[in-house]
């Protein structure tokens, strides 16, 4: 059941975000409860999990995100100590502001930390992208969304897989909301300004003639032979074609120690790109070569070709509607994989339900609801 705000009429929530994935995704909800006055009052808690300028501040400012009310400055660390360094440090966070809801997104380990402290002290936990599931409990995030659905209060699932699997693990229908995926609010909403980045043509690369390559997979990174067989298959690639690829922190490390030798071709090999120019790029692109999440799903929005190099998919309908298909991390088969997209590129569906920019106004529309009942059975007067 969900119980009624504590002392006052407006509703209090307190945003989790840590990590590149989770600005876009905190951003147009922040956004669309601000412009409903009078309503809520929002805090906003970054984890400090990711800080180079490129994996958070360039969100804040592209995005025009309020600045964090609280920054925990946790950083990298085993999944243990950077877990347990979230959940020390959220906790006095989350004593010292009291909110009615924790809303947390996403499924890195600052979505889990903090919902796990904010359930045990009897705050209710909002999870924003429930229910996706891989069924690879090799993946860290397959972990971090199993927990984190079990101990939210209010799932909002981005597509009705995610409310399937729910319901099969036993959660109650009344907890389950289907929503639209909120990564797309801020896509819709950017895509104009990434058009005008000059990136493109300062770059040298014309549209759909260039592949844009993201990797970050401990499954593919972190084993030697997996980045080995990547990389091969991009060199190759890059024989004929524009190869960019925008290296992630972790990824740029493991091609330091791996001792792989990059010949000077066409494959370039940058830092991450900030929101609007990585939008510019992918949207432009021939096809995208990736591992990442939220660009399986940003390709299908976007109708552009894309392969990832995974044995599954937490986000099956950029599968079975959108432009997206899996490979195993091998030379042959990526190559194969993107000559033929290349050859042919899959035809552009419609884009998923409720995957059309008002996600953020659907969920503000239920916690407001929410937040009427209350007003109604606590009385009007704030005494927080
Ligand atoms: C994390 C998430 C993953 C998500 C990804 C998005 C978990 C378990 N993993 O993976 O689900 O898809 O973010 O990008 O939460 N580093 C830097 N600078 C930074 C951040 C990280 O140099 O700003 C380096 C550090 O060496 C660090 C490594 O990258 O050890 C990995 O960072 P971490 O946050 O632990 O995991 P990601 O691979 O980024
Ligand atoms: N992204 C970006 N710059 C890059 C690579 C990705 O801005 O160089 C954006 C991308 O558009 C998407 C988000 O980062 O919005 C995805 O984050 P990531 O791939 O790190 O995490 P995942 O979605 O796999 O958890």
Redesign the pocket.
């Known amino acids: 059941m969900i119980r009624p705000a504590a002392f006052c009429s407006i509703m209090k929530l307190l945003f989790v975000a840590g990590?590149?994935?989770n600005f876009?995704k905190v951003a147009p909800l922040m956004a669309e409860l601000a412009r409903r006055p009078g309503r809520f009052e929002q805090v906003l808690v970054h984890t400090g999990q990711h800080y180079d300028y490129?994996m958070s501040q360039v969100f804040f400012e592209q995005l025009e995100m309020p600045a964090p009310d609280e920054f925990l400055n946790v950083g990298s660390g085993s999944h243990a100590a950077q877990t347990a360094a979230v959940m020390t440090a959220f906790e006095p966070a989350l004593l010292k502001h009291r909110p009615d809801w924790v809303v947390v997104v996403?499924?890195?380990n600052s979505t889990v930390a903090c919902a796990l402290v904010a359930a045990k002290l009897g705050i209710q936990v909002a999870h924003v992208e429930a229910g996706l599931r891989s069924r690879d409990r090799s993946m860290p995030?397959e972990i971090n969304r199993l927990l984190t659905d079990q101990i939210s209060d209010a799932l909002f699932t981005p597509s009705r897989d995610g409310d399937e699997n729910l319901l099969r693990e036993g959660v109650a229908p009344a907890q389950i909301h289907f929503v639209g995926n909120v990564?797309i609010d801020t896509l819709a909403r950017m895509l104009p300004l990434a058009r005008e980045r000059p990136i493109l043509s300062e770059a040298g690369l014309s549209a759909r003639d260039h592949l844009l390559v993201?990797l970050?997979r401990p499954s593919n990174v972190d084993d030697p032979a997996a980045l080995r067989e990547i990389l091969n298959a991009l060199v190759e690639l890059a024989r004929e074609r524009r190869v960019l690829f925008?290296v992630?922190p972790r990824t740029r490390a493991r091609i330091q120690n791996s001792g792989i030798a990059l010949p000077g071709t066409a494959l370039q090999l940058i830092e991450?790109?900030?929101?609007l120019d990585?939008?510019a790029v992918?949207s432009t692109a021939a096809v995208v070569l990736t591992?990442?999440?939220?660009?399986q799903e940003?390709t299908t929005w976007l109708g552009v070709p894309c392969v990832t190099a995974r044995p599954n998919t937490e986000r099956p309908i950029t599968i079975t509607q959108g432009t997206n298909r899996l490979v195993a991390s091998r030379s042959g088969e990526i190559l194969r994989a993107l000559e033929a997209v290349l050859r042919a590129p899959p035809a552009r569906g419609a884009p998923p339900e409720l995957w059309d920019g008002r996600t953020a106004v659907r969920i503000a529309d239920i916690f407001e609801r929410w937040g009427t009942k209350d007003r109604a059975s606590t009385g009007a007067a704030c005494a927080r």
Request: net charge negative; charged share 20%.
């Open positions: 990590a590149r994935p876009p490129n996403g499924d890195v995030e990564m993201t970050h925008p992630h991450p790109l900030g929101y990585f939008l992918m591992d990442s999440g939220g660009v940003e």
